[in-house]
């Protein structure tokens, strides 16, 4: 499951480059599926497979629950009253909320989402280590689908850096390969193989 370049990801034709001008790009992902027919939305991905595009193995969970143990503990995964007013919500256009197939705010797992169009959707998640957000985008190419996985990062404080530091090795080591697996176990269970 490549990381792939900035350059890459920045020419597609995603509204997030736009949206989140200014916020860094932390890094970007993709895995191809298979294309077994074409058509495919993001939107249709999603719902056929139950709103839950990624399971994380045991190894991530274990991890997971390492890190929300330590949280909770040093108080990190605490949301401070200024959550709603820094929320990336407060930048949907007119036009964004009216093509956004998800209200803004809805809770989506451990994360809240800021839009949620066809092909490409944005969830948040601010607590006292960082201001994240995911994006996931799906594209069809001539022979098959890519699905690409985004994290932007907007530091709150001076830990943020400190932290994505420490937590780095293990996203892009055995987090987000991982996630990315069963994005394709899941589309394969859902739309067959080729």
């Known amino acids: 499951m490549p990381q792939i ?6 020419r597609l034709p995603l509204r997030v480059h736009g949206f989140l001008a200014g916020v860094p790009l932390h890094d970007v992902w ?30 991530v969970r274990a991890l997971l629950n390492i890190r929300f143990f330590v949280g909770r503990v040093l108080g990190w995964d605490r949301e ?11 930048r949907l256009t007119t036009a964004d909320r009216s093509k ?6 809805t ?17 948040e998640v601010i607590n006292r280590t960082a201001h994240a957000a995911a994006l996931s985008a799906l594209l069809e190419t001539a022979n098959a689908y890519r699905f690409y996985f ?8 001076r830990w943020t850096p400190v932290y994505m530091a420490l937590i780095d090795p293990f996203r892009k080591l055995i987090v987000y390969p991982s996630l990315l697996r069963s994005v394709r176990t899941i589309w394969s269970q859902t739309f067959g193989t080729a």
Do not use: C, K, M, W
């Open 5 to 10: 370049s900035t350059q890459e990801f920045e």
């Open 30 to 59: 993709a895995v191809d599926l298979p294309r077994l027919r074409s058509g495919i939305t993001l939107d249709e991905f999603l719902r056929a497979a139950g709103g839950r595009l990624f399971t994380p193995s045991a190894v």
């Open 80 to 90: 401070s009253d200024a959550t709603v007013r820094e929320t990336f919500a407060t």
């Open 100 to 105: 956004s197939l998800a209200p803004a705010g």
């Open 107 to 123: 809770h989506e797992g451990l994360f809240r989402i800021v839009y949620r169009f066809e092909n490409e959707q944005l969830l």
């Open 150 to 157: 985004g994290v932007y990062v907007r530091s709150v404080g």
